[in-house]
């Protein structure tokens, strides 16, 4: 159990839906982040959440939309996708992130996302 | 541009030792770090490195050579659930973590 959980595990969504995929951890942790992981790949950082403030956009297609209400939880919003976006997307947590150091991220399990 | 190399898939007997490599040429060195990921399951930190030398977890050791852009990661008495891909990451001058991706690990009996 890595304290940190992934909804849903599996989507199936056309490319005109919308649908948000949610990330939630009880570590305490203050600093949140959304990977897309393609077969073959090195993982891709999209989104880092810092103290609730974004603070990390990899030049992310708009069509990716996250969201932080708070420190526990987040969000990313999902819609027009493309077939390409199919992938396993991971959220991570931290501790907060500051200007020298860096703490090891604990993973959720991810989301599965097949766009047909 | 920044680059993490390691190999994408190595085969190893169960009871033996495997070591799987990465380089990595980046701007800048903060530390790299090691992660198992069972298939369809998260990553799960293994192991830090910032300074030269060999650290070691168990059965499992970490070496670092800085001036070689150069790590290893080390399976001692492997085990069926050893089977997963290795990630290395390397954290770079502006405390980015860059991303390999990955060897599988198969495991045989």
């Known amino acids: 159990e890595t304290g940190v959980t992934q909804t849903p595990r599996h989507l199936v969504m056309g490319m005109t839906n919308k649908k948000s995929l949610k990330c939630e951890q009880h570590?305490?942790?203050?600093?949140m982040y959304w990977y897309k992981q393609s077969a073959k790949k090195p993982l891709e950082l999209m989104f880092v959440?810092?103290?609730?403030?974004?603070?990390e956009n990899n030049s992310v297609p708009s069509r990716f939309s996250p969201e932080c209400p708070n420190s526990s939880h987040l969000f990313l919003h999902l819609h027009t996708l493309q077939p390409e976006d199919s992938a396993l997307y991971l959220c991570?947590?931290?501790?907060?992130?500051?200007?020298?150091?860096?703490?090891?991220?604990?993973f959720g399990p991810g989301t599965r996302l097949t766009v047909t | 541009g920044q680059n993490i190399d390691q190999p994408t898939e190595m085969t190893a007997t169960e009871g033996a030792i495997v070591q799987i490599n990465c380089t990595y040429q980046?701007?800048?060195?903060?530390?790299l770090f090691w992660y198992q990921q069972h298939a369809g399951e998260a990553p799960t930190f293994l192991s830090y490195?910032?300074l030269d030398g060999l650290e070691e977890k168990g059965r499992f050791s970490s070496f670092l050579s800085r001036s070689k852009g150069y790590s290893y990661l080390l399976l001692k008495e492997l085990q069926m659930k050893d089977s997963a891909s290795y990630l290395c990451?390397?954290?770079?001058?502006?405390?980015?973590?860059?991303w390999g991706a990955g060897t599988k690990l198969i495991i045989k009996p």
């Open positions: 490195n910032v």
């Open positions: 980046t701007s800048g060195f903060n530390g």
């Open positions: 959440y810092s103290l609730e403030e974004r603070v």
């Open positions: 570590l305490g942790h203050n600093a």
């Open positions: 991570a947590s931290s501790q907060a992130l500051t200007a020298d150091t860096y703490y090891e991220q604990y």
């Open positions: 990451a390397v954290l770079d001058s502006n405390y980015q973590l860059i």
